[in-house]
């Protein structure tokens, strides 16, 4: 049984932990002058981070949890304040100074070997030595956006612009993931040619978004010229989806007001990026140096991915077959397939990677449409509504609880807040001129998860 997401909300007598797994979803109500929970880490790992936040944003007390550390909140963030309590409404918090512990003159303070890294809104701290990594350490969420706060209180309609802007790079996954909520909520289902638009969207994003990691993987590696090769495709891939949706990073794309598209650019686009592509792929058969440089890097094993519960195409490069698409009709309907690899390491990644480009340029040839008709949402119903999508990272995953026909409850786990948790084994014991290829390699969108 493969954990989703384990998160918590406050009713006015009681907390409420909701725990998601692929199979049932488990409620239980906890005590609210005396909050204590009992840790499921011990058989799903990935509930660690999962937990640490819930007594950060509520300040329930986790038993039976090894890592009490913080998650979301820094070292001066107030020990007896908890932003996801309804009673917290304050707009800013005045932080505790740090204890300094002064030296004296003939003292000395020895610190190494030990390197701090930092990728977007993320630290990374490892202990390295002789160019081997002993030991690495991921520590997000110093940026707090307080995103589920900030829509507490806001209709559908308002909540949109935040949510569609939490993470640039899946804007579309994100707006689908939320339509579909929408849709769940006024008992609606779109037509299928307005699917099979969203479908060429989403297809599009994750195009993007491949090519620009392999772009980066290319470059770790020194292959200066796979490098140029993909990042002359994302740029003219984003020029195109601009075009097509008035946003580079397809901000307001999934508009049900929106009925024609410029289905000539995106023509263009595709064919040239499937003629650049066979070219590429041959180039690259006879480069063993290339090959030599990823294979055994960052290596995962099953065992370690099912023990995670990781997505996306860090589960399918160790075989698993975990992607939401498969339970899309209209995917079946046009012979999509899975893109798995069995070795775990960067090689799988940069191989699955490749064939997921050609599977998703296959979707948007097969789903192209130019016009619409218009569709209209009809009245939200009160309710909890849980939804799911597969972005270019994995499956991302949404809830949202409706009182009054606003947003009680927000809540949203990025595939990335389960990769990112696998970071510390598949990097340990690498030399540290593989460290950006590992980083790059796992799809990770670290603003994603500070919400």
């Known amino acids: 049984m493969r954990l989703i997401a384990r998160f918590a909300k406050e009713k006015d007598t009681y907390f409420e932990i909701i725990t998601v797994y692929d199979t049932k979803i488990a409620k239980e109500r906890i005590n609210k002058i005396t909050p204590v929970l009992v840790s499921i880490a011990k058989e799903h790992p990935s509930a660690t981070w999962f937990e640490r936040k819930i007594r950060d944003d509520f300040g329930i007390e986790i038993l039976y949890n090894n890592d009490k550390r913080p998650l979301v909140k820094h070292e001066h963030f107030p020990s007896d304040i908890f932003p996801m309590r309804k009673s917290f409404n304050k707009l800013s918090v005045t932080h505790t100074e740090g204890i300094i512990d002064t030296l004296e003159d003939e003292q000395g303070l020895l610190i190494g070997p030990i390197h701090p890294y930092h990728l977007e809104a993320s630290q990374f701290q490892l202990f390295e030595q002789n160019n081997d990594i002993l030991h690495f350490e991921s520590m997000p969420f110093f940026k707090y956006r307080a995103i589920e706060k900030m829509v507490e209180g806001l209709s559908l ?17 994100y707006q689908l993931n939320y339509l579909d909520i929408q849709l769940q909520a006024s008992r609606r289902i779109l037509p ?74 995106a023509y263009h686009f595709i064919s040239v990026v499937e003629d650049e592509l066979l070219w590429f792929e041959k180039w690259i058969q006879k480069r063993t140096s290339l090959w030599k440089k990823l294979v055994n890097r960052g290596t995962l094993t099953k065992e370690e991915a099912i023990s995670f519960g990781l997505v996306g195409l860090v589960a399918r490069s160790v075989n698993l077959d975990i992607d939401r698409r498969v339970d899309n009709k209209l995917y079946r309907n046009h012979c999509f397939s899975i893109a798995q690899e069995g070795m775990g390491d960067s090689s799988s990644r940069f191989k699955i990677r490749l064939t997921e480009v050609h599977s998703s340029l296959k979707m948007m040839r097969c789903v192209i449409e130019s016009k619409v008709l218009p569709f209209f949402l009809g009245t939200y119903q009160d309710g ?40 510390s084994r598949c990097i340990k014991n690498n030399e540290m001129d593989s460290l950006g290829l590992i980083l790059k390699s796992i799809p990770l969108s670290f603003s994603a998860n500070d919400l």
Request: with cysteine; charged share 25%.
């Open 157 to 173: 309609e308002e909540a949109k612009p935040i949510i569609e802007r939490i993470s640039g790079s899946s804007s579309i996954a």
């Open 384 to 423: 909890e509504y849980f939804s799911y999508i597969e972005s270019s990272s994995g499956e991302l995953m949404m809830y949202i609880e409706l009182v009054d026909s606003k947003i009680e409850r927000f809540f949203v786990r990025d595939p990335s807040f389960l990769n990112a948790q696998a970071l």
């Open 192 to 265: 299928k040619n307005l699917q099979e638009q969203h479908i060429f969207f989403l297809e599009f994003e994750n195009l993007i978004n491949h090519l620009y990691d392999l772009a980066i993987m290319c470059q770790f590696v020194d292959f200066v010229e796979g490098y140029s090769f993909f990042m002359k495709l994302v740029e003219e891939g984003r020029e195109t989806i601009s075009l097509i949706t008035g946003h580079r990073f397809g901000f307001g794309a999934i508009d049900l007001e929106k009925y024609t598209m410029d289905t000539k650019e």
